[in-house]
């Protein structure tokens, strides 16, 4: 079984600020993990993956994520935050499998103000 | 464009009434996966499909039901519609692997009334 908690419905921060947004996971395989980003009216647009390999992450925007096995942990990061980044982010969990699906946590909105 | 389509974007029907939502995955994948979303249950997984059969099974209501066309289009059919059934479903794609992420669709937003 897998599951995912992101800590914090929302996270409200000042634009240029520092981004972080919190996910831990639970796995009882190895875990593939990802972001995703959700703009209102819009579907899931995939920010960013670990599969297997280097465990700091570069996705798109400016954001990365560093997958850490001994905090089960996938936080995602940008150092400056711009207004454009407001939106909704998911956290989600699979494993190498080829009919593997994804959980996703509940979602953090990412409030961005002037 | 994903290269995962949605139809219809939007779709407003009374209760007890049965639709039927239509997703076409991205040219080359696979599998497609439905996903419910809405404020109070998140993104919920409801059903995924591989190359025109069933491989796994998650929050699925019995009223709900789908199938995937051998041209690879699926279609996720809602019977008996329900107030709480209310909710954006999403369609996503991907290949043999689909541990390796989805391609989401731009969603059906249902509106039961």
């Known amino acids: 079984a897998q599951s995912v908690t992101q800590l914090g419905s929302h996270v409200s921060v000042s634009e240029g600020a520092l981004v972080l947004l919190r996910c831990n996971y639970s796995s009882s395989v190895p875990p593939y993990l990802f972001w995703y980003v959700q703009y209102p009216n819009q579907g899931l647009q995939l920010l960013l993956k670990?599969?297997?390999?280097?465990?700091l992450v570069k996705g798109i925007n400016g954001f990365e994520a560093e997958f850490k096995k001994s905090e089960t942990s996938f936080h995602l990061t940008k150092p400056s935050a711009h207004m454009s980044d407001a939106a909704e982010y998911f956290c989600?969990?699979?494993?190498?499998?080829?009919?593997?699906?994804?959980?996703f946590g509940k979602g953090t909105m990412l409030l961005v103000s002037p | 464009d994903s290269g995962v389509t949605q139809t219809p974007k939007h779709l407003i029907t009374a209760t007890g009434q049965r639709v039927t939502l239509r997703c076409s995955p991205r040219s080359g994948d696979l599998s497609v996966y439905w996903y419910q979303q809405s404020l109070d249950q998140g993104l919920q997984f409801l059903i995924h499909?591989?190359?025109?059969?069933?491989?796994a099974k998650g929050n699925i209501l019995e009223r709900f039901s789908a199938q995937q066309f051998p041209d690879l289009h699926s279609e996720l059919n809602l019977s008996s519609l329900e107030l709480g059934d209310s909710a954006l479903y999403f369609c996503?794609?991907?290949?043999?692997?689909?541990?390796?992420?989805?391609?989401f669709g731009s969603g059906t937003r249902l509106t039961v009334v």
């Open positions: 989600a969990v699979s494993h190498f499998s080829g009919y593997s699906t994804l959980t």
């Open positions: 670990y599969t297997t390999g280097a465990t």
């Open positions: 499909y591989y190359n025109g059969e069933e491989r």
């Open positions: 996503a794609s991907s290949g043999v692997d689909g541990g390796a992420g989805y391609t």
